[in-house]
């Protein structure tokens, strides 16, 4: 699967300008710009939409592992440590897979600013569904 294969108009990732910049086996790689629109009310960047960006980054890439035609990949858990507020800028989701089975894949996803600080740290656990 080719990232080119996802039909993004009107989902959360064309709301927000989320863009995959990498998409392997090994890493995916998103990027995001910060503005007001993912604001919280004291012009920060919401907690929330961290976990937005970490999810998409984990369940976009467990489609490499799956066979799409008779399987889903949907979000099961995740957890995220907001360490470092950003108002404005660009920034960038890293995540790795920590592991790979037949029922969940689990990622490791940093996500950084545009000096490369660290903002938040997630995991996100994604159980592999079969289609009815």
Aim: aromatic residues 6%; proline residues 3%; glycine residues 6%.
């Amino acid at each position: 699967m080719k990232w080119e294969d996802f039909d993004l108009k009107n989902t959360i990732m064309s709301t927000l300008d989320i863009n995959v910049v990498e998409f392997t086996q090994e890493r995916v790689t998103a990027t995001m710009p910060v503005t007001s629109k993912v604001h919280q009310p004291f012009g920060l960047m919401h907690g929330g939409v961290s976990v937005v960006l970490a999810e998409t980054v984990a369940s976009s890439g467990s489609y490499l592992f799956i066979d799409p035609e008779k399987q889903r990949a949907v979000g099961l858990e995740i957890n995220a440590n907001h360490l470092r507020s950003v108002s404005k800028g660009m920034i960038k989701a890293v995540g790795t897979p920590v592991h790979v089975g037949r029922r969940t894949i689990v990622w490791d996803i940093r996500i950084f600013d545009e000096d490369e600080k660290l903002i938040c740290i997630s995991r996100c656990t994604i159980a592999v569904v079969d289609i009815s």
